[in-house]
C-alpha cells in the first residue's frame, strides 16, 4: 500500500486539504475497490481506514429492522401500484420497505448479536484477500486523486466567493489573444479585456492589484473574474492607504470613474475635527500618489460630499470656481455659471469634467456659454423638458471621447517607438 499512501501525503501536503476530507474519500474509494473485486450483490461495504497504521478493516455493514414477510410486503406494493394506476389515492408513506443491501431483520441480527436492537448498525467483518492491497492502491489512487481535485476546487470556490469586492495582488502569467490570465497563487484568474486599464500593458511576470468581481463554479472548476477598471476598485485601494477610510470615519460616498484616464470621489468625514479630503490626499499627496501610481497615472480628483446638492455640484466641478448655480428639481438640472477663465477648466478636456462631476453628483449639469467647447453632438442636442439621467446627457460624448482615447493611445505608441 506504500504507494497509496505516498499519494495520501502528497494530496495533503500540496493542495492544503483538510485530513478529514482525504479519510472520507480514501475510505470511499478502497470501498469501490474491493465491491468491484471481491464483493457480493447484497453488501453494504464499508472501510475503515488507519492514516497511521495505514491498514484498513472492510466491513458489511446493514441497520436492524423489524421482521418482515418479504412476499406479504411483494403484495402491498403490487397492491399500491394498482390503485395508482387506477387513479385512487394511495399513500406511499405507509408502505414498508426492505433493502437487502443495508437493511437486516431482527431475528437474523440476533443470530450475530444476541443484543441486537432496531435502528442499531449491525457490522460483519469480511476478508481482505492478499492481493487486494496492490489493486486497491492502484484503482483507490485514481479515485481519491479525481475526489480531492474536487474537494480542492471547492475550497478554493468557498475562499475566493468569500473575496468578492475585495483587492487581491497578482502576477500575470500569460495572454491568450485578448484575455489576460493572472496567478492568485492557488489558481489562475481571467482579466476580461473590458475589466483592463486601456493604456496598460500586461507582460509576465508584473505584479498588479486587482478587484474580485466574481466567482463561479464550472465544469472545469472555478471561475475568478477579476478587474482593473471597476469603480470598486477606487474604493479597495483608498481603504488599503488611508486608515480613516478603513477604520469608517471617512466615507467614500460616491464614485465616478473614466478607468485609465481621469476619476472623481466625494468623501465625507463623520467625525468634525477630521478633514476628508486631507486624509485621502495625505501628507504631501503621498496617499492619493500611491493610488495614481497603481492605477498607472490615472488622476483623482478628490472632493468633499454634502448633503447640500448646490455645495456638493460646486464641489464636483474642482478645480473650476463657480460663480453662480441654479437648481432646476423637476428635470434635475444644475445650471451653472463661471468666470470666462475658469470655463475651460469646469468643462475639462473634450467634456471630461463636466461629465465626471455629473456621474458623481447624479445631476445633469449646464455650464453657461459652454456650447462651443462641448462636443458638437451635444450641442445639436435639443434640451427636453424631462432632462434624461446624468449618463444619458452625455452618451455621445463619452463615446466620442473613448474613440478620441483610442487614437491618442495610438499616437503615444508611435512616438514611443
Given at each position: ?212 468581481v466574481a466567482v463561479e463554479k464550472t465544469a472545469k472548476g472555478p471561475e ?194
Amino acid at each position: 500500500m506504500s504507494d497509496l499512501q505516498d499519494a495520501i501525503q502528497q494530496i495533503c501536503e500540496e493542495k492544503n486539504i483538510p485530513v478529514e476530507s482525504v479519510l472520507e474519500t480514501i475510505e470511499a474509494a478502497l470501498a469501490a475497490a474491493y465491491r468491484k473485486d471481491f464483493g457480493q450483490k447484497n453488501q453494504n461495504v464499508k472501510v475503515n481506514f488507519d492514516l497511521d497504521t495505514n491498514k484498513m478493516e472492510v466491513f458489511d455493514v446493514k441497520t436492524v429492522v423489524e421482521d418482515m414477510d418479504l412476499e406479504e410486503l411483494e403484495k402491498e406494493r403490487e397492491e399500491f401500484l394498482k390503485k395508482k394506476e387506477a387513479g385512487e389515492e394511495a399513500d406511499e408513506s405507509v408502505l414498508k420497505r426492505f433493502n437487502p443491501k443495508t437493511d437486516i431483520m431482527l431475528s437474523e441480527a440476533k443470530e450475530i448479536d444476541p443484543k441486537a436492537e432496531l435502528g442499531q448498525e449491525i457490522k460483519t467483518k469480511l476478508e481482505v484477500p492478499a492481493e487486494f492491497g496492490r489493486m486497491a492502491a492502484q484503482t483507490a489512487k485514481q479515485v481519491i486523486i479525481q475526489r480531492l481535485r474536487e474537494a480542492e476546487r471547492d475550497v478554493i470556490f468557498e475562499d475566493f466567493k468569500g473575496k468578492e469586492g475585495e483587492i487581491i495582488n497578482g502576477v500575470v502569467q500569460r495572454r491568450e489573444g485578448r484575455l489576460v490570465f493572472v496567478d492568485l497563487g492557488q489558481t489562475l484568474a481571467i482579466l476580461p479585456p473590458e475589466e483592463q486599464l486601456p493604456r496598460e500593458n500586461y507582460s509576465s511576470g508584473q505584479r498588479l492589484k486587482f478587484l474580485v468581481v466574481a466567482v463561479e463554479k464550472t465544469a472545469k472548476g472555478p471561475e475568478i473574474r477579476i478587474s482593473r477598471t471597476h469603480q470598486g476598485m477606487l474604493k479597495e485601494l483608498f481603504k488599503l492607504e488611508v486608515p480613516e477610510v478603513n477604520s469608517g470615519v471617512v466615507e467614500i460616498k460616491a464614485v465616478a470613474r473614466e478607468a485609465g484616464n481621469r476619476s472623481k470621489i466625494a468623501v465625507f468625514s463623520h467625525e468634525e475635527n477630521i478633514d476628508p479630503v486631507g486624509s485621502c490626499v495625505g501628507q504631501r499627496g503621498t496617499r492619493v500618489q500611491t493610488v495614481i501610481a497603481e492605477l498607472g497615472g490615472e488622476k483623482i480628483d478628490i472632493v468633499e460630499w454634502s448633503k447640500d446638492q448646490s455645495r456638493f455640484i460646486m464641489s464636483a466641478l474642482s478645480p473650476a470656481k463657480v460663480e453662480g448655480l441654479k437648481l432646476d428639481e423637476k428635470t434635475k438640472t444644475a445650471f451653472v455659471k463661471v468666470k470666462e477663465d475658469q470655463l475651460s477648466l469646469a468643462i475639462g478636456r473634450e467634456g471630461q469634467n463636466v461629465r465626471l462631476a455629473s456621474k458623481l453628483t447624479e445631476w445633469r449639469i449646464e455650464i453657461e456659454g459652454a456650447g462651443e467647447l462641448l462636443p458638437k453632438e451635444k450641442e445639436e442636442t435639443p434640451v427636453k423638458e424631462e432632462a434624461p439621467a446624468p449618463e444619458a446627457a452625455v452618451e455621445e460624448e463619452q463615446k466620442k471621447e473613448k474613440k478620441e482615447e483610442k487614437s491618442e493611445t495610438a499616437e503615444m505608441s508611435e512616438n514611443k517607438e
